[in-house]
């Protein structure tokens, strides 16, 4: 595999679930994000994480937990989730997280019911 | 907080014509200015970006103008293919680590 890759693509859970999104990039980079991709919004950006350390928390409900234990791999824990919470996650990552160009996984489309 | 206002929403063009897709954002200091293309089901993927200190670039068919007096940046497509339909994303970054990303265009290249 290369570049970023996401599992599973398509989830479909329940509110009452509990399920994990999984992002790991064979790029080297040492920044990471998530973001949710919601039709006709702008990406909105969930986390960033630099050095395995997160740097930023963009005001996301706790029922979205991240989870960054080494520099190639990132979790989005997900409980409890709403309707509303149905979107396509996406993961990125970048070297360095200024100013750096981001590469894109390509997404885990979730659907809450 | 960092707004990005991106406009049109939807574009329509015939093959060949140029396309101009325009943002603005609203703090002034932002230095970094990526533009992406996401094709239909496909991941986002950079296709030019322009740093603060450059008023133009080029790259083929694709040129990004930057005016940071008026905070606007726009990004113009010339002699478009089909291929070039796609949604794209301006997004203008303050050095720090939010990107903050503008709505997205649609553009339809009709053959």
């Known amino acids: 595999e290369t570049g970023v890759t996401q599992t599973p693509r398509h989830l479909v859970m329940g509110m009452t679930n509990k399920k994990s999104l999984k992002c790991e990039q064979h790029l080297g980079h040492n920044a990471m994000y998530w973001y949710k991709q919601s039709a006709k919004k702008p990406l909105e950006l969930m986390f960033v994480y630099s050095l395995e350390e997160r740097v930023e928390n963009n005001s996301v409900p706790s029922r979205f937990s991240p989870e960054c234990p080494n520099s190639s791999h990132l979790f989005l824990h997900l409980h409890t989730l709403q309707p509303e919470d149905s979107a396509l996650y996406l993961c990125?990552?970048?070297?360095?997280?200024?100013?750096?160009?981001?590469?894109f996984g390509p997404g885990t489309r979730l659907t809450v019911l | 907080g960092e707004n990005v206002e991106q406009h049109p929403s939807t574009l329509s063009v015939q093959e060949g014509d140029s396309a101009v897709i325009k943002c603005t954002y609203s703090d002034s200091a932002s230095n970094y200015f990526p533009w992406y293309k996401q094709e239909l089901g496909k991941r986002p993927q950079l296709i030019i970006d322009i740093r603060s200190n450059v008023g133009e670039k080029k790259d083929q068919r694709i040129a990004v103008t930057l005016n940071k007096t008026a905070k606007h940046f726009s990004l113009h497509i010339t002699e478009t293919q089909p291929e070039d339909s796609a949604v794209y994303f301006c997004?203008?970054?303050?050095?720090?680590?939010?990107?903050?990303f503008g709505a997205g265009t649609r553009l339809f290249v009709k053959a």
């Open positions: 990125a990552s970048s070297q360095g997280t200024i100013s750096h160009e981001q590469f």
């Open positions: 997004a203008a970054n303050t050095g720090g680590f939010k990107t903050i």
